[in-house]
């Protein structure tokens, strides 16, 4: 009886002793799929390993529309995650989800963490601000669109890096007459030519602020502005100066492969093209239309912000808002931008980039940090806040194929795509409200 009394004791002290050093699990959906998708992973695992209190558990959920529709489905049958990954064009939907939210920089002064917005860089955390500036998000992979150039062809036919659109049509025509199959392409077709066309030459996207001002607000993209380049490019096609490739990143191959020599998309490719391209790369600041104005004003980031989701423990909390601390660390947030081409989101990790040769290095790889801070941003350029702005991106992108196509003229493409938009506009300030 007496051994078993202290077997019986052993093991119980071995319960107490387990539960003590059990971790607290945080769990955090993402949509980061592939390579990137393994980086998050090592960060996670970085972070479990630099401590033992908490363990950050990442789940790969899809693309970013699949992952915020799991979140919001996931909040509704109380079965979500402590954080959730969500992509820019999702802020209003965010915003608006009452109850479901907690703040970023709520929660970091709640876990008694140290939180210091003037760190971050201006261009980037102001996306996510509301109008009192409290920062609702944490910005994790931010990025903004940039031209890409195949230096080897632009050589071949003769060719300097175009700085204006006028610039990439003639270089265009002079590439296709040298043997290339096509002059420029271009993906995230909305938030490249229409989003980022109009900030970087300070056009309104829509009134109330492009947003931020007021749900009750009417898009206004469907200006003559807009509609003339667009056409430019559309009527371009017929001698495959320009080439549709499809949504999202689907055109990089087209790059990559050497089909065409100029793509406008993510700075976040960085980390593909640099694996995928065989030829001298480069990239250079979006092309000015002159036409429009005489300097660009800055362009808006993309990617998306880690947004922390209400309902959870306290001491959960805590361990979500130490790895916060964590990945926004200069060493962590510096090799994040080299990997990935996402810009850093704090100065300290653009000055650490700086000190690591990282520039000198990597010639034009600082091009996305020069776009959004080339001025201080207006109205027009802080971003965009728009309800349902998910679905019309993809009203956007139909209208803009159905141009492509040659089935309708920019225009209207242009002014079906506002009267459809601000439809959903509508629909979403009355669920709002």
Same mark, same amino acid.
């Given at each position: 009886?007496?051994?078993?009394?202290?077997?019986?004791?052993?093991?119980?002290?071995?319960?107490?002793?387990?539960?003590a050093?059990?971790?607290?699990?945080?769990?955090?959906?993402h949509?980061?799929?592939?390579?990137?998708?393994?980086?998050?992973?090592?960060?996670a695992n970085?972070?479990?390993?630099?401590? /033992?209190?908490?363990?950050?558990?990442?789940?790969?959920k899809?693309?970013?529309?699949e992952?915020?529709t799991?979140?919001?489905?996931a909040f509704?049958?109380?079965?979500?995650?402590?954080m959730?990954?969500?992509?820019?064009?999702g802020?209003?939907?965010?915003?608006?989800?009452?109850?479901?939210?907690?703040?970023?920089?709520?929660?970091?002064?709640?876990?008694g963490?140290?939180?210091?917005?003037?760190?971050?860089?201006? *261009?980037v955390?102001?996306y996510?601000?509301?109008?009192?500036g409290?920062?609702?998000?944490?910005?994790?992979?931010?990025?903004?669109?940039v031209?890409?150039y195949?230096?080897?062809?632009?050589?071949?036919?003769?060719v300097?890096?175009p700085?204006?659109?006028?610039?990439?049509m003639?270089?265009?025509?002079?590439?296709?007459?040298?043997?290339?199959?096509?002059?420029?392409s271009f993906?995230?077709?909305?938030?490249?030519m229409?989003?980022?066309? /109009?900030a970087?030459h300070?056009?309104?996207?829509?009134?109330?602020?492009?947003?931020?001002?007021g749900?009750?607000?009417?898009?206004?993209?469907?200006?003559?502005?807009?509609?003339?380049?667009?056409?430019t490019?559309?009527?371009?096609?017929?001698n495959?100066?320009?080439?549709?490739?499809?949504?999202?990143?689907?055109?990089?191959?087209?790059f990559?492969?050497g089909?065409?020599?100029m793509?406008?998309? /993510?700075?976040a490719?960085?980390?593909?093209?640099?694996?995928?391209a065989?030829?001298?790369?480069g990239?250079?600041?979006l092309?000015?239309?002159?036409?429009?104005k005489?300097?660009?004003?800055?362009?808006?980031?993309?990617?998306?912000?880690?947004? *922390?989701?209400?309902?959870h423990?306290?001491?959960?909390y805590?361990?979500?808002?130490?790895?916060?601390?964590?990945l926004? /660390?200069?060493e962590?947030?510096?090799w994040?931008?080299?990997?990935?081409?996402?810009?850093?989101?704090?100065?300290?990790?653009?000055?650490?980039?700086?000190?690591q040769?990282?520039?000198?290095?990597?010639?034009g790889?600082?091009?996305?940090?020069?776009?959004?801070?080339?001025?201080?941003?207006?109205?027009n350029?802080?971003?965009?806040?728009?309800?349902?702005?998910v679905?019309?991106?993809?009203?956007?992108?139909?209208?803009?194929?159905a141009?492509?196509a040659?089935?309708?003229t920019?225009?209207?493409?242009?002014?079906?795509?506002?009267?459809?938009?601000?439809?959903?506009?509508?629909?979403?300030?009355?669920?709002?409200?």
């Amino acid at each position: 009886m007496t051994l078993l009394k202290a077997l019986l004791a052993g093991a119980a002290f071995g319960m107490v002793a387990g539960a003590a050093v059990a971790e607290t699990e945080v769990h955090w959906w993402h949509a980061m799929g592939g390579t990137n998708g393994e980086r998050v992973e090592k960060m996670a695992n970085d972070f479990n390993a630099s401590q /033992s209190e908490f363990k950050i558990v990442p789940t790969y959920k899809g693309n970013y529309t699949e992952t915020m529709t799991a979140a919001v489905a996931a909040f509704r049958a109380k079965e979500h995650p402590h954080m959730v990954q969500v992509f820019e064009v999702g802020t209003a939907t965010m915003m608006a989800a009452k109850g479901a939210v907690y703040p970023m920089e709520q929660l970091m002064v709640d876990a008694g963490e140290a939180f210091d917005k003037s760190d971050f860089l201006p *261009a980037v955390i102001s996306y996510y601000q509301t109008p009192e500036g409290e920062l609702l998000s944490m910005p994790f992979n931010s990025s903004t669109p940039v031209m890409w150039y195949n230096a080897d062809a632009l050589s071949a036919a003769g060719v300097d890096v175009p700085k204006t659109w006028d610039d990439v049509m003639m270089a265009s025509e002079k590439l296709v007459a040298n043997g290339m199959d096509c002059g420029v392409s271009f993906g995230w077709q909305s938030w490249v030519m229409v989003e980022n066309f /109009s900030a970087w030459h300070d056009l309104p996207m829509g009134t109330k602020e492009n947003g931020y001002a007021g749900f009750d607000t009417e898009f206004s993209f469907n200006n003559d502005k807009v509609a003339a380049r667009l056409q430019t490019i559309a009527d371009s096609s017929a001698n495959n100066l320009f080439k549709y490739g499809g949504r999202r990143g689907d055109s990089l191959p087209m790059f990559t492969n050497g089909e065409c020599a100029m793509w406008m998309n /993510s700075s976040a490719y960085y980390g593909s093209i640099k694996t995928q391209a065989k030829f001298n790369y480069g990239q250079t600041m979006l092309p000015l239309d002159a036409s429009v104005k005489d300097a660009p004003q800055n362009s808006i980031i993309g990617g998306a912000t880690l947004w *922390a989701l209400s309902g959870h423990e306290s001491e959960e909390y805590k361990g979500l808002a130490q790895f916060m601390t964590y990945l926004a /660390s200069p060493e962590v947030q510096a090799w994040w931008h080299q990997e990935t081409g996402y810009v850093p989101i704090t100065t300290a990790a653009y000055g650490l980039s700086k000190e690591q040769g990282f520039y000198e290095n990597n010639p034009g790889t600082d091009t996305a940090i020069q776009q959004l801070s080339l001025n201080t941003p207006t109205a027009n350029s802080r971003g965009i806040r728009f309800g349902n702005f998910v679905q019309i991106r993809d009203v956007i992108n139909e209208e803009l194929e159905a141009l492509w196509a040659g089935d309708k003229t920019a225009v209207e493409a242009l002014n079906d795509a506002a009267e459809r938009g601000n439809a959903l506009l509508r629909k979403f300030e009355r669920a709002a409200m």
